[in-house]
């Protein structure tokens, strides 16, 4: 099962593979795969409404980028646009973007070579696993125009920690795979040219589970940072029961 959404300047593809992979391409390589309007439309589709047997996602970039931000929604300053203007256009859609791919019911891998800056930072920070090799750069570069990057952080602010958040943003630096790694942001890397292998590794692991129990460890994944340990622990219990009781053809 595929699908593909294409406009003059990209398209973003989805694919669901046999071992329950449902690949998302970014395909805008003349621009650094740069998220049109159109493009971010069908990427939010893919993941609001996944396949049936989908067991995990795979996100990465056609050619030698991942994703190297989007296009700018800003209204014409000549309007004169007014707060509410800005946020129903700028930010709103973005952060929807953003909660429906942190939502993702089943785990989300990134990976990503080259360019990773603005929303592509923020892409990887909302996967669960992050494959780097050693060509990508990891960039929040919103402050160069004066914009408080508050929506990217929005996407980052789970995966890595204050200091290291603030590190990345205000300095405005691009980070290696190795650094980026040293500050959370990313899982493993890797070298040039093994990224494949890499992905190979996990979609092999992945695909021998079965898509209840990948989506339990997701879901931990989301909601244990926000509970209490007596909370966790109930919810570990009652969750795994179900997962559990599922290969038996049981309901709770």
């Known amino acids: 099962m595929s699908s593909v959404s294409s406009t003059a300047t990209g398209n973003v593809s989805s694919t669901l593979a046999p071992d329950g992979c449902l690949e998302i391409v970014i395909g805008n390589p003349a621009e650094a795969n740069l998220l049109t309007f159109a493009m971010t439309s069908t990427f939010l589709a893919a993941i609001s409404d996944l396949p049936e047997g989908t067991k995990f996602v795979l996100i990465r970039g056609n050619g030698a980028d991942f994703c190297a931000g989007r296009t700018s ?4 300053p000549s309007t004169k646009p007014t707060a509410r203007t800005i946020r129903e256009r700028v930010a709103d859609p973005v952060l929807d973007f953003y909660e429906a791919l942190r939502s993702v019911p089943v785990p989300v891998i990134a990976a990503v070579s080259g360019r990773a800056f603005g929303v592509g ?3 990887a920070g909302l996967a669960d696993i992050v494959i780097a090799d050693e060509t990508a750069k990891f960039v929040v570069p919103e ?3 004066d914009i408080p990057p508050l929506l990217v952080m929005t996407g980052l602010a789970d995966r890595i920690g204050r200091a290291a958040l603030a590190r990345l943003v205000l300095s405005r630096e691009a980070f290696s795979a190795t650094a980026a790694e ?5 899982s493993e890397t890797c ?10 590794f996990y979609r092999h692991k992945l695909s021998a589970n079965s898509a209840v129990t990948l989506s339990a460890v ?5 909601l244990s940072p926000e509970m209490s340990f007596a909370a966790r622990r109930a919810y570990a219990a009652d969750s795994i029961a179900t997962a559990v009781s599922a290969r038996f053809g049981q309901s709770a």
């Not at 040293?182 to 990313?186: D, E, Y």
């Open 121 to 123: 930072c923020a892409l």
């Open 218 to 222: 997701k879901a931990f994944l989301n």
């Open 182 to 186: 040293k500050l959370g942001l990313v």
């Open 191 to 200: 070298a040039a040219g093994e990224l494949d292998a890499r992905i190979a």
């Open 143 to 145: 402050l160069e125009r």
């Open 73 to 76: 929604p800003m209204p014409d």
